[in-house]
């Protein structure tokens, strides 16, 4: 029997348990990991809270962002074996159909979003596919891995294969603290270009200094626009990172320079914005939506991070029976980077 964390009933504060269910038995291509960290996403946040229900398997182990150690091939595993470091995919991906062999196995036709339509890491082990694994060298943390697929692969490949920033060019952050804002922000500046962060929370303020932003900007209010402009000599931004959404649309789209790009990761609020569609004509500019991460883009990382070019930012590590406690810290987002639960 394993420890797993179990979500009772949805809601603002959701009630969670932690109970006794049996260790998965990896089937055939799978294998069974020991789960060492899971990160703490917002997508949890959004299940737990009863907001994000669609493709939600009832009674499903949350948790998509897995680093761990591999105790158990199952039959028919070739790539991976007993004791190789890991750190997971965000989808169980077949590794075999057309997607999986195209590079884009985050949208593998069989898939199942680990933590989502299949049992995650929010326990003390996990069976995913030996495909939905990369490989982990020696000189890389097991607890920050955790990070390496989400947050730090989806900021990676939103910065540099969707909006395809360039050396020198101006990225703005938004919710530069969050987990994917402090990623975001340190892949932008690794490769290349001049950060400007935006953060509203003050106290995250001196955490932001070596992390390659060149400008921090504390706000209070939703403009930050004419702060961009001013350090921009009112050109604005090639690229504006946005983890934060519609409540901020108006402020990020002012900010936005000719040919630039708006790229959109995180919708806090879900409500509609307005646009004058002129205007994206007339500064031929590019709105983006950018999700997941593929297999290559996290080996990428992986590199990126046994090179020192860029770190996990872990914002603490707690016991799953902490979940509560992380679940209200996270609402009040009063964390800087990302919250790991630890399956031990
Ligand atoms: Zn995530
Ligand atoms: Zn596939």
Redesign the pocket.
Known sequence: MMRALVLEKPGRPPVLAVKETPIPSPGPGEVLVEVEACGFCHHDLLVMAGVLRRGVKPGVILGHEISGTVVQPGEGVTTIATGDRVVSLLTN?????????SGR?HR????EGIGHGRDGGFAEYVALSE?SLVKLPEDVDLTGAALLACPMGVALQAVQNVAEVRPRETTVVTGAGGGLGVHGLQMAAALGSRVLAVTTSEDKLGRFASLGAEEILHTDELDFSEMILALTEDEGAEVVFDTVGSVLFSSSWRSLAQFGRLVLLGEVAGKAVELNLAEIIFRDARILGSSGVSRAVIEQVVDMVSQGQVAPVVGGAMPLEEAATAFDLLTGRSIFGRLVLTGR
């Open positions: 991906a077949c590794g075999r159909c057309e997607r999986c062999r196995e593998c036709i069989y898939g495909f």
